[in-house]
């Protein structure tokens, strides 16, 4: 991808992720771009932990993707550690392009760097594309998860 660059996210990228989250049809119910500030609350606490990783796609100074990456130390699996990607998204102006899978296979590649030796994500049952793409790009669709809401 010409002129991609796949980088840390900064508290000035949160318009435009937050914006990247909603536009879709199960962030359209759930997110706002009204008030931003439980979003850059939440951006401080990820961009402390360590084993946190926000990441933006960005092309001639457009965002066009992002995703979250979590590294989770465990004890199952001999002590090893496993990637976790969370909320991928990639702007509508890019969709079609292959910068899914290019986001995808970097966070796999730091995943990999970071000592992980599994890579997991969930996708909600609804987005059946998005099951197509993971499978595409080698997932195994081999647990069902469950979510317990609190609020």
């Not at 900064?10 to 536009?23: C, Y």
Request: charged share 25%; aromatic share 4%.
């Amino acid at each position: 991808m010409n002129n991609l660059d796949i980088r840390r996210a900064t508290a000035g990228d949160v318009a435009g992720i937050v914006a990247m989250i909603a536009d879709d049809q199960l962030g359209a119910t759930r997110e706002s771009t009204d008030d931003l500030a439980p979003y850059l609350q939440a951006f401080d606490r990820i961009d402390a932990d360590p084993n946190q990783l926000l990441v933006v796609a960005e092309r001639n100074d457009e965002l066009v993707g992002t995703l979250q990456l979590t590294i989770i130390p465990g004890l199952s699996r001999r002590g090893s550690s496993r990637g976790l990607i969370e909320a991928v998204r990639v702007a509508a102006t890019a969709r079609g392009e292959g910068l899914g899978s290019t986001l995808i296979r970097w966070a796999i590649d730091e995943s990999r760097t970071r000592g992980c030796t599994l890579v997991q994500l969930t996708s909600d049952k609804t987005r059946t594309e998005a099951h197509r793409f993971y499978t595409n790009l080698g997932f195994e669709n081999t647990h069902e998860g469950f979510k317990l809401k609190l609020r």
